[in-house]
């Protein structure tokens, strides 16, 4: 397959990147990075040399850039993971969600129209369904109700991009993942944060009483589900993808500090995020049964090898933690 990746350098684009260019699942891929606070080309340094593979740093709402390259590169898919994608930045300036997430999205999707594609994967979120009370779990019919500007700029771009295929038959897909973890995570997310704030011994902060909770899927279980979606799934179709491991967040975070031979202690409570979720919960069924997709990494095995990832590559991390990193940190944390 020949396909134009939106964001492969952050987090779970630059794992999908690296998988489909070493298991040659792509024998051509395309990557348009804004490169943002986000965007991390460190995260590709295993194939930037593969000359199937091509970087082109660039913005999705520069329409001229998107038509010429779906025309040069005339790719069999587009996978579409480009976003802000942190809900405590977005709370702190919700505009660039906006920007990117749905003006972003209708660029690169009125580009796609313009030019033709014959698969367009939009990834999304679990979060566009809110916090889910017991015992529902949400499966794909699930209604809409995000809290956060940034789940809610998903469910709009969600919506449009189904609107392409039902107006226009444009032939798009949907995915909704749970909450991803794994190497080369930002560490503005919580189990990244809490690794790297463990290691330097610093307080692990847990948002109110630390029970809300999260569905975990391994970044390259994700990645998976996005390919066997591209091949197998349906035009027009959602499909939830998850792990199968529901936790809360206080049990996480002694999981890793227990894991790492830390104090308890260093947990220490703030003030509780606006608009928290509670608890997200999907069913997996129904991409199980359209594609045979299961996740394959365990939670105990996935956070092991994580947290490993994250002591080997303390550089990396320092890097990635120093400069406008500690303007962000002061900004959502100090005073909490
Ligand atoms: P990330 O923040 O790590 O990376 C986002 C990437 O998009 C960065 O490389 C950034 O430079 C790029 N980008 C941002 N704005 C851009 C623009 N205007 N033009 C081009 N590139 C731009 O995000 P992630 O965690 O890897 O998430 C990827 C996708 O998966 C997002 O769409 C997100 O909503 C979705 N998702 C994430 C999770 C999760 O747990 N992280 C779960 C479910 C779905
Ligand atoms: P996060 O990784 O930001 O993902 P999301 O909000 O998209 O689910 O947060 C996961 C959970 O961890 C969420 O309930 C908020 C909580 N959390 C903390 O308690 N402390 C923190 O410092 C962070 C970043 C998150």
Not at 19 to 45: C, I, Q
Not at 123 to 142: C, M, N, Q, R
Not at 160 to 183: D, E, I
Request: glycine share 8%; charged share 25%.
């Amino acid at each position: 397959m020949r396909l134009l990746v939106t964001g492969g350098a952050g987090f779970i684009g630059s794992a999908f990147v690296r998988l489909a260019l070493n298991g040659r699942w792509a024998s051509r891929l395309t990557n348009l990075d804004k490169l943002t606070y986000a965007g991390n080309l460190e995260n590709l340094a295993e194939v930037e040399r593969d000359p199937a593979y091509r970087f082109v740093h660039g913005d999705i709402n520069d329409a001229q850039l998107v038509v010429r390259l779906i025309e040069e590169e005339r790719p069999d898919a587009i996978v579409h993971f480009a976003a802000e994608s942190h809900v405590d930045r977005s709370i702190l300036g919700p505009g660039a969600f906006f920007e990117t997430n749905l003006r972003g999205t209708f660029t690169l999707l009125e580009a796609a129209r313009a030019v033709g594609v014959e698969r367009f994967l939009h990834v999304s979120t679990d979060e566009v369904y809110g916090s889910i009370d017991e015992p529902h779990d949400a499966d794909e019919g699930y209604p809409l109700k995000p809290s956060s500007p940034y789940s809610a700029s998903k469910a709009g771009s969600d919506l449009l991009a189904l609107s392409y295929w039902t107006t226009y038959k444009m032939p798009v897909t949907v995915t909704r993942a749970s909450n991803n973890y794994g190497p080369y995570q930002f560490p503005e997310k919580l189990i990244p944060l809490m690794i790297t704030n463990a290691m330097e011994d610093k307080a692990l902060p847990i948002y109110g009483d630390g029970m809300q909770v999260r569905d975990w899927l391994y970044v390259d279980d994700h990645c998976r589900a996005i390919r066997a979606a591209l091949r197998k799934g349906a035009p027009g179709e959602i499909y939830n993808v998850g792990g199968s491991r529901a936790l809360p967040n206080r049990d996480v975070v002694e999981m890793i500090l227990d894991a790492m031979g830390k104090p308890h202690s260093l947990m220490q409570t703030v003030k509780d995020r606006p608009g928290h979720d509670r608890r997200y919960a999907i069913t997996t069924e129904k991409l199980e049964r359209a594609t045979g997709w299961r996740a394959e990494v365990d939670f105990e095995t996935g956070l092991k090898e994580t947290i490993e990832w994250y002591r080997a590559n303390g550089e990396w991390a320092g890097r990635v933690k120093s400069g406008a990193y500690q303007e962000y940190y002061e900004r959502n944390y100090a005073g909490r």
